[in-house]
C-alpha cells in the first residue's frame, strides 16, 4: 500500500493541472470584461479629441478645460469596468475557495486508510481569505485599485504626448487599440490585458493555497504541516526550486506564490499513527504503514505525469497532445501556457466527485 501522503501527493499534482485551466479560463473572463470597455473608451476619446482639435489648440484656459473634461470621462468609464473586474474577481475567488477547500477535505478523506470525519472551514471564513488575505503584501483591492490608475496613467500620458506631437486623432486611437495587423496586441491597451492575466493566475494561485491551509488547520487533528512543490521546467525560478520539499507547520512559511504566475503548491503532510495518539496494535500491519507520517519525495511534474500511463495522459492532456508528450515533442510547461484549455467552477466540481 501506498503512504498517505504520497497518495496525496498523487491527487494534488492532478488537481493542480485542473485549477490551472480554471485560472486560465477567469483570465480571459476578465480581460473580455475590459475588452467590453475599450472600444466605448475609444469612441469617446476620438469624438472628444475631433471636437479639441477642430477649436484649435492652444495653451489657454478653454483648451486645458476641454481636454480635463475629456480625461475625465474617460476616468468614469475606466473605473466603472473595474468595478466590474473586481465584483467579478472576488465573486468567483470566493466560490473558488470554496472548490478548494472541498478538494482538500476530500482528498484527506479518500487518502486516510482509516474513518475519519474532515472538516470544511466556513464559508464565512473562506470569504474573508480572499478580501482580508494579503497577496505579495496588498489586498486583492489593492491589485484591481492600482490597475485601474495604471491603465488611466498610460492613457492619458499617450493621449498628452500624442497631442504635443501634433498627431491627427487617428493616429493617437491607434496606438492606444493596436493595428489590426498584429491583433491589436501592440496598442498600449494591451498591456493592461497581460496585467489582468498575471493578477488573476497569481490571485487563483494565492486563494488555492491559502484555503487549504485553512482547511489544514481545520483538521490539524490529521495534519501536522505543508510541504512545498514547485513546477520544475525552464520558467521555475531559484527561489522555488530551492523551497520544493521542504516542510513547514500549518499557516506558516514561505507559501505560494512567490511571485506574479507562480504555479508551485502546498501539500499536507500527515501525521502518523503514533503522532495522532493511536494504539499501532489495533491497525493492520498494511494500514499501519501507509499512515507512517513521512512525507511524499519530491518530484516533478513531467516525471509523474509520465508514471501515469497513457490513459490518465489523454484524460488530461487530450489524445493529440498526450501523444505528443508520449513523443517527446511537447513539455508540460508548454501546456500550461498556452494549451488554451479551460475549466469552469462547475466542471472543476464535477472533476472532484
Known sequence: MSSVNGRLQDMAIRHAYDAQ?????????????????????LDKLAVRLVRITERGLDTGPATTKRINQMLADLRVINSTVYKKVAASLTDELVE?????????ASSLAKA???????????????????????????????W???????????????IRMGMVAGESTDKIVQRLRGTRANGY????LQKS?????????????????????ATWEANSNVVKGWQFLATFDSRTTVTCAGLSGQVFPIGKGPMPPRHPNCRSHSLPVTKSYREMGLDLDDVPPGDRASMDGQVAGDLRFDDWLTKKGDKMQDQILGPTRAQMFRDG???????????GSVLTLEQLRKRLS
Open 96 to 104: 473558488f475557495a470554496g472548490v478548494e477547500a472541498e478538494f482538500q
Open 112 to 142: 486516510l486508510p482509516i474513518q475519519i470525519a474532515t472538516t470544511v472551514p466556513a464559508p464565512a471564513l473562506l470569504r474573508s481569505l480572499v478580501t482580508t488575505s494579503p497577496m505579495e503584501g496588498h489586498l486583492l483591492k489593492s
Open 329 to 339: 515533442k511537447l513539455k508540460l510547461a508548454d501546456l500550461i501556457r498556452d494549451d
Open 185 to 188: 496586441a501592440d496598442g498600449i
Open 21 to 41: 485551466r480554471y485560472s486560465r479560463g477567469l483570465a480571459a473572463e476578465i480581460v473580455d470584461l475590459l475588452n467590453s470597455a475599450d472600444q466605448d473608451l
Open 193 to 213: 490585458r497581460r496585467s489582468a492575466q498575471t493578477v488573476v493566475r497569481t490571485a487563483t494561485g494565492h486563494i488555492s493555497n491559502v484555503a487549504a491551509q
Open 144 to 158: 484591481t485599485d492600482g490597475m485601474e490608475v495604471g491603465r488611466m496613467q498610460r492613457i492619458e500620458a499617450e
